[in-house]
């Protein structure tokens, strides 16, 4: 993952919300991929057990942070100022937070990757 933009990506499987943007982030994944750029993405599991974050990963193209290491899932959610999900957070190569909020960017404007704000 070094040297790579990095999105982190906190969702659910019992979050509405969550269901329907993740095919989308889905599709922008795989476009930005194909464009050349280097990107990956880490899931960060607000699932309520590990059964429903596995089957729910299932899905996804990316990798996630382990269940084993759950007790990070709130440091990680508190550390980049997150309130809701889905919630998508962009960091450049270097670990800088370029886009705490990258949501919208990522399902409106997919083609303006790396979403600087």
């Not at 709130?74 to 705490?100: C, G, K, M, W």
Request: charged share 20%; proline share 8%.
């Amino acid at each position: 993952i070094k040297g790579k933009y990095i999105g982190l990506y906190f969702s659910a499987s019992w979050c509405g919300p969550c269901r329907r943007f993740t095919p989308k982030l889905i599709n922008a994944y795989n476009n930005i991929l194909a464009a050349g750029h280097d990107f990956q993405i880490i899931w960060v599991s607000r699932c309520r057990s590990e059964r429903d974050s596995n089957a729910f990963f299932q899905k996804m193209p990316w990798v996630r942070l382990p269940w084993s290491e759950s007790y990070k899932i709130r440091e990680l959610f508190s550390l980049t100022e997150q309130r809701y999900i889905p919630a998508l957070t962009i960091l450049d190569p270097n670990l800088n937070v370029i886009n705490p909020q990258a949501r919208y960017d990522a399902e409106y404007r997919p083609n303006n990757f790396p979403w600087r704000k």
